[in-house]
């Protein structure tokens, strides 16, 4: 049962209320098949799809049991219980080919977030005047050399670094041959900046009890300073408003002369940004003739990658492809747990849920009276380079009874966006406030997935849910060889809930709402 892994997903209902599907057996289909799921329901929410299979139920394994016997055990788990479920397709293939489905392994989901496996890290390292602010350690007869000395505040604590992180790869080579010397001679060959892929002990542990090498392709980009930007957008009447160029000494496709009011700029596309793919098709390796052919395979919809210059240079710096970004969006793209929905407006239909889903996408707007003991908080940043964010924050103070919180994106200052500003302008603006401070921040997730979007962050987005939901509509945008204009995308209808009619009213099909 090597090949099938289950998902795991545990669900919990209010009183009074159902899991949101219904549970049947079908004539013609094997199994106990997931139906009729509600929107906005628990079971939805939580990431069940219609035609799935449920293997165990409370970690019994049910497939061979029968329809009412499966019914009871769940009726008899109360308010909560955990389904192991696997998908259509594969569960059909399992079937056919005579593999035991209670030995298979189980990817585990709680409310709908996947537990991923550990990843290493990439760490991008700006030198300040005091240098990096890490020391390496080896021990002689061990292999592996390893963080310490990482100074709070520091440049790699900054940066993501860790007391006893093993380093892997300096600059997308990897070291772990290297002895120490050799390795500080590549660091102080590397000049003003570095980016190092690092693990843990346990993620160490976890790769090697596995035997899996450890390389960049397995990493969370997470720690990177910059982000590739995730632009979705729909082709108005005289396309997306763009032309997409290749350049004799530059390699890549390239956004140029974006018109005014188009689909590009909405969707937040900037001058020479370069295109890393198209529908999550790399792009990188084609020619001019077959990116634009995949645009015109996308229609009216397409969802681009994109990166700015100074990104760009930091991945190329670690040898990584923006993919490695796009794809941990991808993965992380679940959605909300049941007990999150809770605390949104409750749903009372598809629109409504959307958007309360949506509205958790803001930041935050803390306004602050200086005491004698501050603010109560620290303002952190990499040295050399823009974006701020917090830390340090001292509990009852000043900045956590306005709601700050640690590893906040500083968005605003008083009105000012510094997004843009050094750590010293920022440090500057906030000193020149007086007794006052208020500061636009956003949780650094929502931040990130703003920023994907190209939503631009401002105290719109505190207001009403209208402003949310501009942002929020994912409005597919693309580009190509040819010009592209961008109309208004008119607001789509809400999705209607998803209703299967019954199977066949033959007595062999059976359907329980749970």
């Known amino acids: 049962m090597a090949g099938y892994k289950p998902k795991v997903i545990s669900l919990t209902k209010r009183p009074g209320h159902t899991f949101g599907f219904y549970l049947r057996v079908e004539q013609g289909e094997e199994g106990h098949l997931i139906r009729c799921l509600e929107m906005g329901g628990p ?123 093993r380093l892997l790869e300096i600059n997308g080579e990897n070291i772990e041959d290297c002895t120490h010397d050799q390795v500080v001679d590549k660091i102080k060959l590397a000049g003003s900046s570095l980016m190092v892929l690092l693990v843990d002990e346990e993620t160490d542990r976890f790769y090697g009890n596995k035997r899996i090498k450890i390389g960049a392709w397995l990493a969370t980009a997470k720690y990177l300073p910059h982000k590739p930007r995730i632009i979705n957008m729909t082709k108005g009447s005289d396309g997306y408003g763009f032309l997409l160029r290749e350049y004799p000494r530059q390699t890549g496709h390239f956004i140029k002369d974006i018109d005014k009011g188009s689909p590009a700029e909405r969707a937040g596309i900037k001058e020479m940004d370069r295109l890393v793919a198209v529908d999550g098709k790399e792009v990188d390796g084609c020619s001019h003739e077959q990116v634009v052919d995949r645009f015109r395979q996308s229609g009216n919809n397409c969802c681009l990658l994109v990166v700015d210059k100074e990104t760009d240079q930091i991945y190329k710096q670690g040898k990584v492809s923006p993919m490695l970004f796009y794809e941990e969006m991808q993965e992380s793209n679940s959605p909300p747990s049941y007990t999150e929905a809770l605390n949104l407006p409750a749903p009372v239909r598809p629109s409504t849920t959307v958007q309360g889903r949506k509205e958790e996408l803001r930041p935050k707007l803390c306004k602050m009276e200086k005491t004698s003991a501050g603010y109560g908080f620290h303002l952190n940043g990499i040295q050399g380079m823009c974006g701020q964010y917090i830390k340090d924050v001292v509990k009852g103070g000043v900045a956590d009874m306005a709601g700050l919180e640690d590893d906040d994106i500083v968005v605003e200052v ?75 995308r008119p607001e789509s209808p809400p999705e209607p809930a998803k209703e299967r009619s019954s199977s066949s009213s033959s007595e062999d099909s059976f359907d329980e709402r749970l």
Request: charged share 25%; hydrophobic share 35%.
């Open 414 to 488: 008083n009105g000012v966006n510094v997004e843009q500003s050094s750590h010293d302008e920022v440090v500057a603006i906030i000193r020149s406030c007086g007794s006052s401070l208020e500061m636009l921040v956003a949780k650094r997730n929502v931040y990130d997935e703003l920023k994907a979007k190209g939503v631009t962050i401002t105290r719109l987005l505190l207001g009403e849910t209208s402003y949310a939901q501009v942002h929020y509509a994912d409005t597919p945008e693309t580009s190509t060889e040819e010009r592209h204009e961008k109309e208004a």
């Open 43 to 165: 079971a939805e929410l939580a990431g069940m799809k219609d035609g799935e299979r449920i293997l165990r139920v409370n970690g019994t394994f049910v497939d061979a049991m029968s329809h009412s016997e499966v019914v009871d055990i769940v009726r008899n788990s109360g308010a909560s219980v955990t389904f192991h479920i696997l998908d259509e397709a594969s569960y059909k293939q399992a079937k056919a080919q005579g593999e035991n489905l209670s030995g298979s392994q189980s990817t585990p989901v709680v409310n709908g977030v996947g537990k991923q496996d550990p990843k290493p890290k990439l760490c991008y390292l700006v030198k300040s005047s005091s240098g990096f602010g890490f020391s390496l350690r080896s021990v002689k007869g061990e292999q592996g050399l390893f963080m310490t000395e990482v100074t709070p505040g520091s440049v790699a604590h900054r940066a993501g670094v860790k007391l006893n992180d």
